[in-house]
């Protein structure tokens, strides 16, 4: 390996980069500092301090992944499946607690296992996402060691999330392990493990979560805008709250709320605050966690206003796991046949499956560093190429108008969204 390309420099360079943060956890040194630039995650190498070991390249999952190989060797026995990766069994379900279930996603299913997990002493800890305490607007990785820290994880996350320093916190603390990532997260820590036994060890179980792209800083920026609540105001923040897929909930400091319906905010974003790289990940379900959860907002379930999620079991070990929690009362189960999960995602699908390989090979002609797969994908057709390009033009222009806050009336335009509504005056838990 060349020695410029002994560190992710050119993971950046080459807009590759997740914004994970698993490098920063792998650097023995401390030479790598993780800092927002136009609203996403970037890593930094103080040339002074690194040594170009070459272990933070090694662990990142931007320029490449073998999600194939790791999965045949982390779920061996179990036939992959293109468009889900390995499925053990699939079911629907929720957490087993009405508000839990109520105020989380996937029908609280993740925060219930967790849950009883750690009541149960199976784990120590888990490493999951909430807002920090004294800036509501800036989500963190750490590690929940109590039902109340768990408490404040719920609920998805639409903005950059890194790992911190967390997986670090894990080496440094002997015991047993959770943790909750997108795909990319888990790509990186499935990397991380290949290299350090010990933190394959103590992470026992991997939850991954469902996931068709994160939005950049300058969305939740965008909403803010659009419901007129300084970012300094804000006293409490939730993208999602109150029911199935329910509603972001903004409270400020003078008592105002505002409340704006998941179905209305989020399609608005599209792809103008669509992180690049998110639009070269082929991983929909997060094909490398022991257990991976989602929506499923499919007419079969649509009568279902509170919350109900799906989860796939990747091994024999996750699914007795499950069917142990949901005979301990912490989740509730219903067998699913992986079909209708498909179909719950199937726009998704469509796009990491279809339109990430037609794309990838398209900006690879035009000379853009790709990232490196050997995931098997469908046949392209000519029909899958144009399709690629069309959407690939959307995105480039949509990139650029949410990145100039100047232009963001474009997208109140282009967007036709129902405004927000302010609630003042009522509390917070209502």
Same mark, same amino acid.
């Given at each position: 390996?060349?020695?410029?390309?002994?560190?992710? *420099?050119?993971?950046?360079?080459?807009?590759?980069?997740?914004?994970?943060?698993?490098?920063?956890?792998?650097?023995?040194?401390?030479?790598?500092?993780?800092?927002?630039?136009?609203?996403?995650?970037?890593? &930094?190498?103080?040339?002074?301090? +690194?040594?170009?070991?070459?272990?933070?390249?090694?662990? =990142?999952?931007?320029?490449?992944?073998?999600?194939?190989?790791?999965?045949?060797?982390?779920?061996?026995?179990?036939?992959?499946?293109?468009?889900?990766?390995?499925?053990?069994?699939?079911?629907?379900?929720?957490?087993?607690?009405?508000?839990?279930? &109520?105020?989380?996603?996937?029908?609280?299913?993740?925060?219930?296992?967790?849950?009883?997990?750690?009541?149960?002493?199976?784990?120590?800890?888990?490493?999951?996402?909430?807002?920090?305490?004294?800036?509501?607007?800036?989500?963190?990785?750490?590690?929940?060691?109590?039902?109340?820290?768990?408490?404040?994880?719920?609920?998805?996350?639409?903005?950059?999330?890194?790992?911190?320093?967390?997986?670090?916190?894990?080496? &440094?603390?002997?015991?047993?392990?959770?943790?909750?990532?997108?795909? =990319?997260?888990?790509?990186?820590?499935?990397?991380?493990?290949?290299? /350090?036994?010990?933190?394959?060890? &103590?992470?026992?179980?991997?939850?991954?979560?469902?996931?068709?792209?994160?939005?950049?800083?300058?969305?939740?920026?965008?909403?803010?805008?659009?419901?007129?609540?300084?970012?300094?105001?804000?006293?409490?923040?939730?993208? @999602?709250?109150?029911?199935?897929?329910?509603?972001?909930?903004?409270?400020?400091?003078?008592?105002?709320?505002?409340?704006?319906? /998941?179905?209305?905010?989020? %399609?608005?974003?599209?792809?103008?605050?669509?992180? #690049?790289?998110?639009?070269?990940?082929?991983?929909?379900?997060?094909?490398?966690?022991?257990?991976?959860?989602?929506?499923?907002?499919? %007419?079969?379930?649509?009568?279902?206003? *509170?919350?109900?999620? +799906?989860?796939?079991?990747?091994?024999?070990?996750?699914?007795?796991?499950?069917?142990?929690?949901? $005979?301990?009362?912490?989740?509730?189960?219903?067998?699913?046949?992986?079909?209708?999960?498909?179909?719950?995602?199937? #726009?998704?699908? @469509?796009?990491?499956?279809?339109?990430?390989?037609?794309?990838?090979?398209?900006?690879? $002609?035009?000379?853009?560093?790709? #990232?490196? /797969?050997?995931?098997?994908?469908?046949?392209?057709?000519?029909?899958?190429?144009?399709? $690629?390009?069309?959407?690939?033009?959307?995105?480039?222009?949509?990139?650029?108008?949410?990145?100039? @806050?100047?232009?963001?009336?474009?997208?109140?335009?282009?967007?036709?969204?129902?405004?927000?509504?302010?609630?003042?005056?009522?509390?917070?838990?209502?």
């Amino acid at each position: 390996m060349k020695a410029a390309r002994r560190n992710i *420099t050119h993971v950046v360079e080459d807009a590759l980069c997740t914004g994970c943060g698993v490098c920063e956890n792998a650097c023995s040194t401390s030479a790598i500092r993780l800092g927002y630039e136009r609203g996403l995650i970037v890593p &930094r190498v103080d040339a002074s301090l +690194c040594t170009t070991c070459g272990v933070c390249d090694r662990v =990142c999952p931007g320029h490449s992944v073998q999600t194939e190989e790791l999965a045949g060797k982390l779920f061996a026995g179990i036939d992959a499946d293109v468009e889900l990766g390995r499925v053990a069994a699939a079911y629907s379900g929720h957490c087993r607690d009405e508000e839990t279930r &109520r105020r989380g996603a996937t029908g609280g299913m993740v925060t219930g296992l967790l849950r009883w997990l750690l009541n149960s002493g199976q784990i120590d800890g888990a490493i999951v996402v909430r807002f920090q305490a004294d800036s509501p607007l800036e989500p963190e990785a750490f590690i929940a060691r109590s039902e109340e820290e768990l408490g404040t994880a719920r609920s998805s996350k639409y903005s950059p999330v890194s790992l911190g320093g967390v997986l670090r916190a894990v080496l &440094r603390t002997p015991g047993k392990y959770a943790v909750v990532g997108l795909p =990319c997260h888990l790509h990186g820590i499935r990397k991380m493990e290949q290299l /350090y036994p010990e933190v394959a060890r &103590r992470l026992v179980w991997h939850l991954g979560i469902f996931c068709s792209g994160t939005r950049s800083r300058q969305a939740t920026e965008f909403y803010l805008a659009k419901i007129g609540a300084p970012a300094g105001e804000v006293r409490e923040f939730a993208y @999602r709250d109150e029911g199935c897929l329910g509603n972001m909930r903004v409270a400020l400091r003078n008592g105002d709320q505002w409340r704006w319906p /998941y179905k209305q905010y989020y %399609p608005l974003a599209r792809s103008f605050f669509l992180p #690049p790289r998110c639009a070269l990940c082929h991983d929909q379900c997060a094909e490398l966690a022991d257990l991976a959860f989602g929506d499923l907002h499919i %007419p079969e379930f649509w009568e279902d206003t *509170t919350g109900t999620g +799906c989860v796939i079991a990747r091994s024999p070990v996750a699914k007795t796991l499950l069917a142990n929690a949901h $005979a301990a009362q912490a989740i509730v189960l219903s067998p699913l046949v992986p079909s209708l999960i498909r179909k719950s995602q199937r #726009p998704m699908l @469509r796009r990491k499956k279809q339109d990430v390989p037609a794309r990838a090979r398209l900006l690879r $002609a035009l000379g853009q560093k790709m #990232p490196a /797969y050997d995931a098997v994908f469908p046949r392209l057709t000519a029909r899958d190429l144009f399709r $690629a390009a069309k959407a690939t033009a959307v995105l480039k222009v949509e990139n650029w108008i949410g990145a100039r @806050r100047c232009l963001w009336w474009l997208i109140h335009v282009l967007g036709h969204a129902t405004p927000p509504s302010c609630v003042s005056g009522r509390s917070v838990s209502q």
